[in-house]
């Protein structure tokens, strides 16, 4: 074997195949960079915003001014499309959470921390007593859910797929009916 077709076999070898190498199938998903603390950033940054350890906000970039601080975001995504989505729509957020803290003019004003709950659209300002509060009514709602869950299991066992052919014969159907009755309105 000469080195042209050596080199060719072994570029062919390397070119993507689109699939994902068995192999690298089990591997965990890489998370995404965390947002660098204010600990991480170090005394001179904390003194210099007046922050807290914990906060994850930049208060020299587009965060803002001290004053208030939030700790790192907790996401749960939602493990399907919205009803009206598309199956290729990203992943959407069902609940955001992190803590939040308001200290600007503490002295004046106080401290005033909360978890800030953000649920499809719906925002909260939980308290630690709220925050228990909402742990207990998910958790009494996830057991409700597995009881759902297991219905649905049942229920959907006569389930089966669309016959294309008979949706585009439907819909055209409907289209034709629509436009004779826009006709029919249009020569009144």
């Known amino acids: 074997m000469n080195a042209a077709t050596s080199n060719a076999n072994i570029a062919?070898?390397?070119?993507?195949?689109?699939?994902?190498?068995?192999?690298?199938t089990d591997l965990p998903a890489v998370p995404a960079p965390s947002p660098i603390t204010a600990a991480q950033r170090g005394g001179d940054w904390?003194?210099?915003?007046?922050c807290v350890g914990w906060c994850t906000l930049d208060h020299a970039g587009t965060d803002g001014q001290p004053g208030w601080h939030q700790g790192p975001l907790l996401t749960a995504l939602a493990p399907a499309p919205n009803v009206n989505g598309l199956p290729t729509?990203?992943?959407?957020?069902?609940?955001?959470?992190?803590?939040?803290?308001?200290?600007?003019?503490?002295?004046?004003?106080?401290?005033?921390?909360?978890?800030?709950?953000?649920?499809g659209g719906e925002s909260m300002e939980l308290t630690v007593a709220a925050t228990d509060e909402f742990i207990a009514s998910t958790e009494a709602f996830l057991?409700?859910?597995?009881?759902?869950?297991?219905?649905?299991?049942?229920?959907?066992?006569?389930?089966?797929?669309?016959?294309?052919?008979?949706?585009?014969?439907?819909?055209a159907a409907q289209?034709?009916?629509?436009?004779?009755?826009?006709?029919?309105?249009?020569?009144?």
Do not use: N
């Open 12 to 24: 062919s070898a390397l070119a993507p195949t689109g699939k994902t190498h068995p192999l690298l």
């Open 46 to 50: 904390i003194a210099l915003y007046d």
């Open 89 to 119: 729509d990203e992943p959407r957020s069902l609940f955001e959470a992190r803590v939040t803290q308001t200290r600007e003019e503490a002295a004046v004003w106080g401290i005033d921390s909360k978890i800030w709950l953000d649920c």
């Open 143 to 171: 057991l409700k859910l597995r009881g759902l869950r297991d219905h649905l299991a049942v229920v959907s066992r006569d389930d089966f797929p669309a016959d294309e052919a008979k949706k585009a014969a439907y819909m």
């Open 175 to 188: 289209d034709t009916r629509i436009k004779a009755i826009d006709a029919a309105r249009a020569g009144e």
